[in-house]
């Protein structure tokens, strides 16, 4: 635990006590203390290096205890000298001397009229007011013929310093327990305050709403950095100001409690909403907040559409798009790149590969990120009920129609992106409807009479040939040149095979739930996967990494495991099985690396086409660059 209390003892004896009483009343938090032996004259320079480390009370006694209250800003706490205190050490001399000085700070040495009656003697009184008048009033004292000083610290090393003997005033051990006691319940109030002060800051500084405070006399006393934004002044110009002073909109005639009032700053409106602040029902001024009325539309249209859409939200980025192929790494540039506009994508490509996940990809890195994301599929849906989902409809557009109408999905894409999946689909009567859309960026929902203007990219994907459907007039051409603006073409598996061996590590990580006990997948396991067709894509990869992982009994799944598993596919997933099993079977049974393997498997196929390249890479799914490359390069 950190050190909260520290203890200044002016003399040994104290700081001996203090260690005693923590030890026996605190021992469950001793380490909350700290206790430091130091007079009068090194107390000030030990307490500045303690409140650096963080010390949150201190406590001690008599002057040295005044001093430092004086000259720290922490709460201190005095431990109390009581006249018992006092008679105490009295009598604990063995023989009373003649002339005796009671010596210390008012705080200590009240009292002695009462311990001089109890006694039957008389006692000078040295009372000190302040450090620098010790010495001059110990002297004085004792050229008047004090010949004991019975005192604090102080002032008993001034009389051993003028050649006169001393005694400490000793404080008792309650009397330092209570002190202790005391000094943790200031600290833990002082934290709790200090919490709540630093919540309160945060909330302030922190707050989309602009907050100005004011005192009594209606000046500010605190600006924070939204209202600095609001009213392009920064906090120390406006200080002490009066509000109307730094905004003549703001009439305090005007504004009554509570009230709410609308305002022009800077061609920016603005609700100012005042409270005043009451402390036993005195006012002490109040708290202004300002909020922008075009920041309270936009968050009342975004709840709006999230409660209508149900979490109409893009989960994917595009790192969770895996490959480093040349292929895939050519992909996601081109969608890094695209993501930075607001022109329409076609994404094309086979079943399968991907697509609408590296569509969400490009919405979560554009500046459309935090509007909606809509994905519609437009082979999913018959004609009239796909042109009521994209349009939307008004009260009573047709039979069966919702009571109260229906957002299109355009509308509530405004200001994200609507991605259209497998756009070759759509029927041509919708076609041009969409195409007038993607021109003049507005919307009539079906049964309505005005137009809506919308805010929306359109991202497509298909996964035919939509420039052969131009040329059968199954697609609208004009339509076709405004989707193909900027396009993407997702490669398939059989495209980014030196993804395989990734995409089965990733999916055993990612997929952990479906089989605990699995930790890895051996390379054998993973080139045999490599040279499997893949028709249906990264999909179906997945789907067959769900089988396998369930199948495997063991730890780490085997080529056997992945033979087993898919022993029903064989003739879908293995391009020539006769060739892997051949391959797979000649390796040693020594643990090779997966590129060694990859190797003996392009050269036993280069040696087959007779050292043509062309029809080894054609065979192998890869470029002729790469197998010459890798076969260079081993």
């Not at 070759?424 to 919708?430: A, K, Q, W």
């Not at 643990?591 to 392009?602: G, R, S, T």
Request: charged share 30%.
């Amino acid at each position: 635990m950190k050190e909260q209390v520290l203890f200044i003892a002016p003399f040994k004896k104290l700081a001996e006590d203090a260690y005693l009483v923590i030890e026996e009343r605190f021992s469950d938090k001793k380490d909350l203390f700290k206790v430091v032996e130091a007079d009068l004259v090194e107390a000030e320079e030990v307490v500045k290096k303690y409140i650096n480390d963080g010390i949150e009370v201190i406590v001690s006694r008599g002057g040295t205890a005044s001093l430092l209250e004086k000259e720290v800003d922490i709460p201190m706490v005095y431990i109390q000298v009581t006249i018992t205190d006092i008679l105490q050490s009295l009598l604990e001399l063995k023989k009373m001397p003649d002339n005796i000085g009671i010596a210390g700070f008012e705080n200590m040495i009240y009292g002695v009229e009462e311990i001089a009656k109890i006694l039957n003697t008389n006692f000078v009184e040295i009372l000190i007011s302040k450090a620098e008048e010790a010495d001059m009033k110990i002297n004085r004292a004792i050229n008047r013929g004090i010949d004991f000083i019975v005192g604090d610290a102080i002032s008993v090393k001034l009389a051993k310093k003028y050649g006169i003997n001393g005694k400490f005033i000793n404080s008792g051990k309650e009397s330092i327990y209570r002190a202790l006691q005391e000094a943790l319940l200031i600290a833990k109030v002082r934290r709790q305050d200090e919490h709540k002060s630093e919540m309160i800051r945060t909330i302030i500084q922190k707050s989309h709403d602009g907050i100005i405070a004011t005192n009594e006399e209606n000046r500010i006393s605190l600006f924070n950095p939204e209202a600095e934004k609001i009213f392009h002044r920064i906090k120390y110009e406006v200080l002490g100001k009066k509000v109307e002073d730094i905004c003549s909109s703001i009439n305090e005639k005007k504004l009554n409690e509570e009230e709410e009032l609308l305002i022009n700053i800077y061609n920016k409106q603005y609700l100012i909403k005042k409270s005043s602040i009451y402390v036993k029902d005195v006012n002490k001024g109040s708290i202004y907040s300002l909020q922008n009325i075009s920041e309270m539309q936009k968050l009342e249209r975004n709840i709006r559409k999230k409660l209508s859409s149900k979490g109409l939200v893009a989960k994917y980025s595009l790192e969770d798009t895996i490959g480093k192929s040349p292929a895939c790494v050519k992909m996601k540039n081109k969608a890094k790149k695209y993501a930075l506009t607001n022109s329409t994508i076609l994404i094309t490509g086979e079943s399968g590969t991907g697509k609408e996940m590296l569509v969400q990809g490009i919405h979560n890195i554009s500046d459309r990120a935090q509007g909606p994301f809509v994905a519609l599929n437009c082979a999913a849906l018959p004609e009239n009920l796909l042109e009521s989902e994209l349009f939307g409809y008004v009260d009573g557009a047709f039979t069966g129609a919702k009571r109260g109408g229906r957002q299109g999905m355009f509308e509530l894409a405004h200001g994200g992106t609507l991605f259209l999946d497998e756009i070759g689909e759509m029927p041509l009567s919708l076609q041009s409807r969409i195409l007038r859309v993607l021109q003049e960026r507005e919307v009539m929902p079906l049964g309505g009479e005005s137009i809506i203007p919308i805010d929306v990219r359109i991202i497509a994907a298909t996964n035919q040939n939509l420039s052969k459907m131009v040329e059968e007039g199954r697609f609208r051409s004009d339509l076709y040149y405004r989707l193909n603006i900027l396009r993407i073409h997702m490669p398939t598996l059989a495209e980014r095979k030196e993804d395989i061996p990734l995409l089965a590590d990733k999916l055993l990580q990612k997929m952990q739930d479906i089989n605990p006990n699995l930790k890895s997948i051996t390379k054998e396991a993973k080139l045999f996967l490599s040279n499997c067709k893949w028709p249906g894509n990264i999909r179906q990869f997945v789907n067959m990494m769900e089988r396998i992982m369930l199948l495997t009994d063991g730890d780490t799944i085997t080529k056997q495991d992945v033979i087993n598993a898919y022993e029903d596919d064989k003739e879908s997933l293995i391009s020539n099985e006769k060739e892997i099993i051949e391959c797979t079977e000649s390796i040693n049974t020594v643990d090779k690396n997966l590129a060694q393997m990859e190797i003996e498997l392009l050269h036993k196929i280069l040696v087959e086409e007779n050292y043509n390249y062309t029809k080894a890479a054609k065979r192998l799914g890869i470029h002729r660059t790469t197998l010459w490359r890798k076969l260079k390069n081993k």
